[in-house]
């Protein structure tokens, strides 16, 4: 056989490349090209831990106030415990409530939404991307604070940042980015090695036939950004950048800043290609080929989707219990048929 194999190469990643990746500590030197965002830090422990809990409990939206002054400890009644189960009203008492133990923080985020309209949320470094199945409109669009609460506890992706966070004993951040309809087709991924450009990818692994004949404006605005205001602003010499260019395609945005390492995605290259391009006068940017196969044609973070009517269960446990029902009943009929068989 002639294909030949080259060991994986190594790519170095300290925490403080990690760390200089955080929003807050590279947003203030980047602001005029960031959408407009708030953060809010730091986030109370309580908040953490809400998000670290099993299960979603959002405040009832309506009940807000009454919840509030009339139940300052949180234990409300229900009227599906009779009694029956002490356990669970034991649960219930330890279970964090926004309105009981981060009121402060909730209205916080009400306050944004009020000043920035619809926003996008995310923790340090990432966001519930992954979860976008639990809101009707299927994106991270959040016009209301429950919102960010279920696209938060939902990800996968915002444990993962919890973890890094309590790993390396950083403050945790709330970002929240206002909402617009960007086009997927002109988000870019864009790699820097030893401060200089080593390739760069389309990011929604779409095809899209318009991207071609714009290749050359694309890679012109790359490397003004990258060479005037990343390289010199940015306090490693590696790193990899989301930047979006919308028409007339002569500014770019920074969507956000990623530490150049395995963990960050390299889209259609792999990362022994970055690690060991050696031109580095020029660069590739790769697009999606008409006609894809394989991972581009795959949905992304479908290993993550439940169906709808679990999601909806899974916030009133009544209907848990009349789903698990349907399912013992199902089950039951498919068995009894397969045996009359
Ligand atoms: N202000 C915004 N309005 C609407 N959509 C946005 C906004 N900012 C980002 N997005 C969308 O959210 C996606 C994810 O944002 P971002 O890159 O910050 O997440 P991430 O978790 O860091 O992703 P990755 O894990 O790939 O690094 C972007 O690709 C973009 O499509
Ligand atoms: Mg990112």
Redesign the pocket.
């Known amino acids: 056989m002639s294909s030949s194999y080259s060991a994986l190469s190594e790519i170095p990643c300290s925490k403080e490349q990690v760390e200089n990746c955080i929003f807050s500590r590279w947003y203030p030197k980047f602001k005029s090209y960031v959408?407009m965002?708030r953060i809010i830090k730091p986030l109370p422990s309580e908040f953490i831990r809400y998000l670290e809990q099993d299960g979603i409990k959002l405040p009832p939206v309506d009940q807000e106030l009454s919840i509030y002054t009339s139940d300052p400890v949180g234990n409300q009644a229900n009227d599906y415990s009779d009694g029956e189960d002490a356990q669970e009203e034991e649960q219930q008492e330890d279970e964090i409530k926004p309105l009981i133990h981060f009121p402060e923080l909730h209205n916080q985020i009400k306050q944004v939404i009020a000043e920035l309209g619809p926003?996008?949320p995310?923790l340090n470094?990432?966001?519930?991307?992954d979860a976008v199945w639990i809101l009707p409109n299927n994106?991270?669009?959040c016009t209301e604070v429950n919102e960010i609460y279920l696209l938060l506890n939902a990800s996968n992706?915002i444990v993962h940042d919890l973890e890094i966070g309590q790993q390396q004993g950083n403050e945790f951040e709330l970002v929240l980015?206002?909402?617009?309809?960007?086009n997927?087709a002109l988000?870019f991924?864009v790699f820097v090695r030893d401060s200089k450009i080593v390739g760069a990818s389309q990011?929604?692994l779409n095809y899209y036939k318009y991207l071609e004949s714009l290749k050359d404006q694309f890679k012109d605005v790359f490397d003004e950004f990258v060479e005037e205001t990343a390289i010199p602003n940015f306090p490693d010499k590696s790193f990899v950048l989301?930047l979006?260019v919308p028409r007339p395609f002569n500014k770019v945005y920074l969507?956000?800043i990623?530490p150049f390492a395995r963990k960050?995605?390299p889209l259609l290259f792999s990362w022994n290609e970055l690690a060991t391009i050696e031109n580095q006068d020029d660069y590739e940017l790769r697009l999606v080929p008409e006609n894809n196969v394989g991972r581009f044609a795959s949905k992304e973070h479908s290993e993550n989707q439940v169906p709808k009517d679990v999601v909806d269960a899974s916030l009133d446990p009544r209907a848990i219990k009349e789903l698990t029902e349907q399912w013992t009943q199902l089950l039951r009929r498919q068995q009894e048929e397969s045996d009359s068989e």
């Open positions: 959408p965002t926003v996008t995310k470094w990432s966001s519930p991307r994106t991270t669009k992706y980015r206002q909402w617009f309809a960007l997927p988000e991924r990011r929604d989301d979006y969507i956000d990623n960050t995605d």
